[in-house]
T-cell receptor, first 117, second 110 residues
Framework: EAEVAQSPRYKITEKSQAVAFWCDPISGHATLYWYRQILGQGPELLVQFQDESVVDDSQLPKDRFSAERLKGVDSTLKIQPAELGDSAMYLC???????????????FGPGTRLTVT | GDSVTQMEGPVTLSEEAFLTINCTYTATGYPSLFWYVQYPGEGLQLLLKATKADDKGSNKGFEATYRKETTSFHLEKGSVQVSDSAVYFCALIGAQKLVFGQGTRLTINP
């Protein structure tokens, strides 16, 4: 069964350092999402890609976070510099092409748990 | 904006007990509604969904009915098992953005 792959699964970094997470969506899924899940809360969307284009990054802290999906397949989320408040689970999800009035199921990867010390 | 409110946890039950986890939502238009489950150390898995009023989603013995009049989508299971221990998230898709509730941690004791 096809799955969304993420790496690393766990990352510990010191504040002010740079950190990057990688996601490989299910083959054929045009839409890719990055979520942040703070402990005890539900996931919150950071950025949504349709192929290689960003369609929603309204909740992405752009002063320190960046995301790219250069070839419209896998994606990288970067934080530089990391802050203590960035400690969370970072989840990647993918779905078939999202269109108005056609919500497709989102498939989630296992996540990357980030701890900033 | 769109929002989802779940009953606060944690919820602890004995095996074979009846489960209800309440979920209400606020949204413009007619959102699709979902329940996701997150087992320890794993990502989210879709448990069930309903796309229009009065639809009933069901999977693995869990059920939820889309109630437009009460803006609710409560999760139920008649007889829970230890393996159902997990965090459950109610969610909706409004304007193509998936919005989650805060999650309810469920623990089932043998």
């Amino acid at each position: 069964e096809a799955e969304v792959a993420q790496s690393p699964r766990y990352k510990i970094t010191e504040k002010s350092q740079a950190v990057a997470f990688w996601c490989d969506p299910i083959s054929g899924h045009a839409t890719l999402y990055w979520y942040r899940q703070i402990l005890g809360q539900g996931p919150e969307l950071l950025v949504q890609f349709q192929d290689e284009s960003v369609v929603d990054d309204s909740q992405l802290p752009k002063d320190r976070f960046s995301a790219e999906r250069l070839k419209g397949v896998d994606s990288t989320l970067k934080i530089q510099p990391a802050e203590l408040g960035d400690s969370a689970m970072y989840l990647c999800a993918s779905s078939l092409l999202a269109g108005q009035g056609v919500p497709h199921e989102q498939y989630f990867g296992p996540g990357t748990r980030l701890t900033v010390t | 904006g769109d929002s989802v409110t779940q009953m606060e946890g944690p919820v602890t039950l004995s095996e074979e007990a009846f489960l209800t986890i309440n979920c209400t939502y606020t949204a413009t238009g007619y959102p699709s509604l979902f329940w996701y489950v997150q087992y320890p150390g794993e990502g989210l898995q879709l448990l069930l969904k309903a796309t229009k009023a009065d639809d009933k989603g069901s999977n693995k013995g869990f059920e939820a009915t889309y109630r437009k009049e009460t803006t609710s989508f409560h999760l139920e299971k008649g007889s829970v098992q230890v393996s159902d221990s997990a965090v459950y998230f109610c969610a909706l898709i409004g304007a193509q953005k998936l919005v989650f509730g805060q999650g309810t941690r469920l623990t089932i004791n043998p």
